[in-house]
């Protein structure tokens, strides 16, 4: 089975810096990938996804996403965070085709005002 | 209408009662999906159920029972839990069976049992 690993525990950033969170998983074959938020007290939410196409992928509120499949990696990104980006942050992989779907560990953002 | 309601919010059982979770989606998706998450841990997944057959069972203990009546539905009876078992429990559910899709998570239940 495939695991994901998600390199930052905590980060802390002031509004308005740019934010790059790392997601790495180890399976070789074909892949979902998947970054959702969790807001405190709030449900998971999906930020955006990977299928197929181009690498670089736009989700809501600002946010983006690229993969390197040559790297395992599907780093998130946002060019100037805001506090209300305060949230957990996981990534999450499935096989193509299988509904096992792993999450990362999670990264708390905490942006300070 | 893309929400996945779970009932109830919060629960509170002793070792020996048997309740149940129960989990709601009406966007007709045909895979459910039951996790449990622990304090600032990530979801884990238990069980999969894909066209209302469980397909995926991650190794869960027999004290947690998943039941999926129709394709909107989905349940997990609880009987002998054990402390370590308080957890918040998400459900979720993807449009395709076959793990194509995003899932879409309810809010979950905060259960613990004491």
């Known amino acids: 089975a495939q695991s994901v690993s998600q390199h930052n525990h905590h980060v802390i950033l002031s509004e308005a810096a740019s934010l790059e969170l790392g997601c790495n998983y180890s399976?070789?074959?074909?892949?979902?990938l998947f970054w959702y938020v969790q807001y405190p007290g709030q449900h998971l939410q999906l930020l955006l996804k990977?299928?197929?196409?181009?690498?670089l992928v736009k989700g809501i509120k600002g946010f983006e996403a690229e993969f390197i499949k040559s790297k395992f990696s599907f780093n998130l990104r946002k060019p100037s965070v805001q506090w209300s980006d305060t949230a957990e942050y996981f990534c999450a992989v499935n096989e193509y085709n299988n509904n096992d779907m792993r999450f990362g560990a999670g990264t708390r953002l905490t942006v300070k005002p | 209408d893309t929400e996945v309601t779970q009932t109830p919010k919060h629960l509170v059982m002793g070792m020996t009662n048997k309740k149940s979770l129960k989990c709601e989606q009406h966007?007709?998706?045909?895979?459910m999906y039951w996790y449990k998450q622990k304090a600032k841990k990530p979801p884990e997944l238990m069980f999969v159920?894909?066209?209302?057959?469980?397909?995926i069972n991650e190794s869960v203990p027999s004290r947690f029972s998943p039941e999926c009546p129709n394709s909107s539905l989905l349940n997990l009876h609880l009987h002998a839990l054990q402390p370590e078992d308080s957890a918040l429990y998400l459900c979720?559910?993807?449009?395709?069976?076959?793990?194509?899709?995003?899932?879409?998570f309810g809010p979950g239940t905060r259960l613990t049992v004491t």
């Open positions: 979720a559910s993807s449009q395709d069976g076959g793990g194509l899709g995003e899932q879409y």
């Open positions: 966007m007709g998706h045909r895979a």
């Open positions: 399976y070789g074959g074909t892949v979902n």
């Open positions: 159920y894909s066209y209302e057959k469980l397909s």
């Open positions: 990977y299928f197929s196409g181009d690498p």
